[in-house]
């Protein structure tokens, strides 16, 4: 409904008001899902990559979201750091993925059988298991799911769960 609005009344675009600005977040939220709040309030909209380094920012003609201010776990920017111009992850020849299937096939063959999907079927059970409203608010964020679609879907490890999740520690 509101993408039916924004997109019909020339008016609302033009003056890139709430109803425009709030539909790009959601669109944002449902596309990507992973963004923080904190990594959004004062993201910028731009065309180009130039001056922008040390802001979050979206730039339209390379359609890309920039995340240049992120929380982030201090020990991995460390190890992030010793990869520094790489790519996070390639194959056996050091060349980047050609389809996700490559990538899902060695990540089981490296974590006995499990593939990314496991792991978060394992954080969503251990959250749930918990009972932690923070740990669990804090999943239904990352994940871009409400709690209803979480448990339905990613709550499957319900006995035995820290068994499933040593495997990938």
Known sequence: MMGEKTKKDIYILNRWD??????AVLKIY????MIRPSEII????TD??????????INVVSKKI???NHKNDRKLNGILWKGLDKYLITNHNNEIYTCSSSFLKMFKNNFDNHNPYDLRK????LAIHEGDA???????????HPLNI???NYNTYNKKFENHIKIFL
């Open 18 to 23: 709430k109803t425009a600005q709030l539909y």
């Open 48 to 57: 180009t990559d130039e001056g922008n380094d040390k802001i979050n920012y």
């Open 150 to 152: 979480i448990l339905k």
């Open 122 to 125: 394992c954080i969503s059970s």
């Open 66 to 68: 920039v995340i240049n």
């Open 42 to 45: 004062d993201m910028k909209i």
């Open 134 to 144: 923070d740990k669990i608010n804090q999943l239904e964020h990352n994940q871009g």
């Open 30 to 33: 449902l596309t990507y899902g």
